[in-house]
């Protein structure tokens, strides 16, 4: 039997749609007109409110809606030492046309160290306001290799790619064990990279940066597996496959059938938070390699478009699933956060408070209060 709890059988992925009042106090701070302190002060109430809305609508894994962030991951990867954003990867979608804009990508301008907890004070707040299980989200640790590979990462700094993983892991564990000392048994990692090399694109696109897209996966497992193989017995880790998640918009597309083996056998998380709500993701027969003791969180309620799913479709489909694996091994969550960027996706708060609802609804008319 997997751990399920958590995962819980209604699950999310983390980010929620920033308030007007919370974006207008971050533009506020841009235009210095009003201090760091202030705009936390603003945050702090703005994420107090949220709580309370995810507790009332009955999840029991809860986030600060990644409120004091405007990106999911550059806000947390730019405080590692030796890390630089700048440029962007090409998307095999009509994002650059659509949104006019497509993934950042990080570059390795030093050594990288973890010289100040990163989440620990983010944390604690949220620790403080909930009833339920407080969740932490960090990206992937791949992302700062994938995106602009060996060409990326600074030849003087890391002339041994080893010693560059190695220091990239260290970095993590220091964060994570951090995040562990303050009470935090929850993380889950995002991770669009796993997912970006189930697309020809994309695969093509490491080709060309000198990776060999059928290795990496296996890489990328070790990396990872680096950072959480010695972990406490109670500290649940996930990780969040995403193709992309801005404005409604995505960036890469293909099933999990050239990593699924990989993905489930040889990396060693708790569960797998996976995109689910449309074509992009190809069908469920990858879900075939998910060994007994792992859990699966099935993304089947969009939060790219407003329109509500019905409950029995998403039974349905969660049925069609479970001739893969079993059912007692599955959850159930939105297929990725509702607001990646504080940009947010093009749907309403009544909108995804309605999704969140019915996530909630639909698990407890499949696997009742377990």
């Known amino acids: ?37 202030d705009l936390r002060s603003v945050e702090d109430l703005h994420i107090s409110e949220v709580i309370k809305k995810q507790e009332a609508v009955g999840l029991k894994s809860i986030t600060d809606g990644e409120f004091r962030r405007a990106f999911f ?12 954003v700048k440029g962007s990867i090409a998307a095999s979608s009509d994002a650059q046309d659509k949104v006019g804009f497509t993934p950042p990508k990080l570059s390795v301008t030093g050594k990288l160290r973890h010289v100040k907890t990163i989440q620990v004070d983010d944390f604690n707040y949220l620790k403080s306001q909930v009833n339920q299980t407080p969740k932490v989200s960090i990206p992937s640790p791949t992302m700062i290799h994938f995106r602009g590979g060996r060409k990326a990462i600074d030849i003087e ?7 560059f993983f190695e ?37 093509a696109g490491a080709l060309e940066r000198g990776d060999e897209p059928n290795e990496l996966p296996h890489a990328y497992a070790a990396l990872i597996n680096s950072v959480i193989d010695d972990r406490p017995t109670d500290l649940t880790v996930g990780v969040h496959l995403c ?46 390699f998910v060994p007994d003791d792992k859990t699966v969180v099935l993304g089947l309620v969009t939060t790219k478009l407003p329109t509500l799913e019905l409950s029995r ?22 297929q990725c956060g ?33």
Request: net charge negative; glycine share 6%; hydrophobic share 35%.
């Open 338 to 370: 509702f607001s990646s960027t504080l940009h947010g996706n093009e749907i309403s708060e009544d909108d995804q408070w309605s999704k969140l609802e019915l996530v909630v609804k639909t698990s407890l008319e499949i696997w009742g209060d377990s």
């Open 73 to 84: 991951h550059l806000d947390f990867l730019e405080q590692l030492a030796g890390v630089t």
């Open 313 to 334: 479709d998403l039974i349905q489909r969660i049925k069609e699933a479970g001739q893969y694996m079993p059912l007692e091994n599955m959850c159930l969550s939105p």
């Open 243 to 288: 193709r992309g998640n801005f404005r409604s918009t995505w960036f890469a597309e293909g099933g999990y059938e050239p990593i699924a083996e990989v993905l489930f056998n040889e990396l060693n998380v708790d569960a797998y938070f996976l995109e689910y709500d449309d074509e992009r993701s190809g069908d469920f027969a990858p879900l075939r």
């Open 1 to 37: 039997m997997p751990k399920i709890n958590p995962p819980y059988r209604a699950d999310h992925v983390g980010s929620l749609l920033r308030p007007k009042a919370l974006l207008k106090a971050r533009q506020r701070y841009q235009e210095k007109e009003i201090s760091k302190q």
């Open 157 to 163: 700094a890391y002339p041994d790619m080893d010693e």
């Open 167 to 203: 220091d990239l892991a260290q970095c993590y564990r220091d964060e994570i064990n951090a995040l562990y000392q303050s009470g935090c048994r929850y993380i889950q990692l995002d991770d669009t990279n796993l997912a970006y090399l189930c697309d020809p694109k994309m695969r």
